[in-house]
């Protein structure tokens, strides 16, 4: 199955680059590509991509603003979005998951991690870069109070102690090695506590832990709170 993705970007020789290292993969095809948000909204309409690689900043309408038309609520028929980032654009990460974005990578993403990105986030996984998840999630803590929302749903223990992994940033795999359970076990776990907590992906999974206050930084499972039934 190919993967079609758009990229945006308002530099040419970056969306160049991202173009060839995309299409140097015979299942992944790059079907548009746009210098702005409202280019790259439009261009994914009429394209149809399973991903659309976002840079931030873009003059008229920019990257954020971009993923909440393309994916955020309310949006009828969503399109995964994968948001370039770097280090010193935190807060717009936060931003643009909370717009709808499946995830993120870095400005200077090595090809191999930018190809797995665009690949996972076409699954519907939802990725958070393994670069950078720790840092940006330490910083989310430390600067958003938990939120409390209503009560959470009912969660079995393994579901829990899912989570507790998710929001810190493992993969499936990882977190199969630190239960001591298949990866196809750790998957079933992991569909079924996005769906009771109404998440579509992991990304949104690991937001909500740390607006609730489930998990701090640099906690391990069963230290500090959890989550509880209502």
């Known amino acids: 199955m190919t ?14 680059g991202f173009r060839t290292i995309l299409e140097s993969e015979p299942d992944v095809e ?35 603003a971009a993923t909440a038309e393309l994916a955020g609520p309310g949006v009828v028929d969503p399109v995964a979005v994968l948001v370039v980032t770097t280090f010193d654009l ?12 499946s995830g993120f990578v870095l400005k200077d993403v090595e090809p191999d991690e930018l190809v797995t990105a665009v690949r996972v986030v076409a699954a519907g996984e939802g990725l958070v870069s393994p670069g950078v998840t720790r840092r940006l999630i330490a910083e989310f803590a430390r600067t958003r ?7 959470l749903p009912e969660l079995t223990e ?9 929001a ?24 079924n506590l996005l769906a009771k907590l109404g998440c579509r992906d992991r990304v949104r999974a690991v937001v909500l832990a740390y607006e609730r206050g489930v998990v701090l930084p640099g906690s391990r499972p069963g230290a500090g709170g959890g989550p509880t039934g209502p």
């Open 3 to 16: 993967v079609r993705v758009v990229v945006a970007d308002d530099q040419a020789v970056v969306r160049a």
């Open 30 to 64: 790059v079907v548009g590509e746009a210098a702005d948000g409202a280019e790259a909204v439009a261009v994914a309409r009429r394209t149809r991509p399973d991903v659309v690689l976002v840079d931030v900043r873009m003059p008229r309408v920019d990257g954020i």
């Open 90 to 101: 935190d807060e717009y990460v936060f931003a643009a998951l909370r717009a709808g974005a």
């Open 145 to 151: 109070a938990p939120r409390p929302t209503g009560p």
């Open 158 to 166: 393994r579901e829990r102690q899912t989570w507790l992994l998710v």
């Open 168 to 191: 810190r940033g493992l993969s499936n795999a990882e977190i199969a090695a630190e239960l001591v359970l298949s990866p196809s076990t750790v998957k079933t776990h992991v569909g």
